[in-house]
């Protein structure tokens, strides 16, 4: 792995993306985004994960994090991974509106097959490239480039509007979906 991709201090800041196998737009449906945000409350709770920003885009995610002493931002990231892989691919396999089921459940299984750390399928790339978060600027670029992300796509004109982000949090007085650590 390159140098410039790593985990350095778990207790600072990190921008970790992660995306879905051959960037399938497999995180369209609301029922989708609401297991991986039960998945990040649960890890704010349970696994020492420091929520600073975030947002669930249809196809990728980005997350400003960092852990609390003792934990480790890549076994968060695994474990968050893992889990919201198996339940976001039975949600699709037994949703029964799901159009592109068969599809998505195929090209699933033939990026787990490809994979020899997979035993079925495979719903996230295996990378995170995380970027440890060490001055003032980068966090605000990350910041910004984070809820700027349905801006650039054409989705909404104001980053707060977008449900699935925290920029509720950084850009009104009202409160998001999940409770950020303000950086």
């Not at 960092?66 to 076994?75: D, K, N, Q, R």
């Not at 399928?121 to 978060?133: D, G, R």
């Amino acid at each position: 792995m390159s140098d410039k991709y790593h985990i350095g201090d778990d207790s600072k800041p990190h921008f970790v993306s992660f995306s879905v196998v051959n960037w399938i737009d497999a995180l369209t449906r609301v029922e989708y985004k609401e297991i991986f945000v039960d998945s990040l409350e649960y890890c704010i709770k349970e696994k020492g994960i420091i929520l600073h920003a975030w947002i669930i885009m249809s196809n990728h995610v980005h997350l400003i994090l960092s852990a609390s002493e003792g934990y480790s931002i890549s076994h968060i990231l695994r474990d968050l991974k893992k889990y919201t892989a198996f339940r976001i691919i039975a949600a699709i396999r037994d949703n029964p509106k799901e159009s592109r089921k068969e599809w998505m459940l195929w090209m699933f299984q033939r990026a787990g097959n490809r994979n020899s750390k997979n035993t079925r399928y495979q719903f996230w790339q295996q990378h995170n490239h995380p970027v440890e978060l060490s001055t003032n600027i980068m966090l605000a670029q990350r910041l910004h480039y984070l809820h700027e992300n349905p801006v650039r796509s054409g989705q909404i004109y104001e980053p707060q509007d977008y449900v699935y982000n925290s920029a509720t949090d950084y850009c009104t007085t009202k409160k998001g979906k999940i409770v950020v650590d303000y950086l």
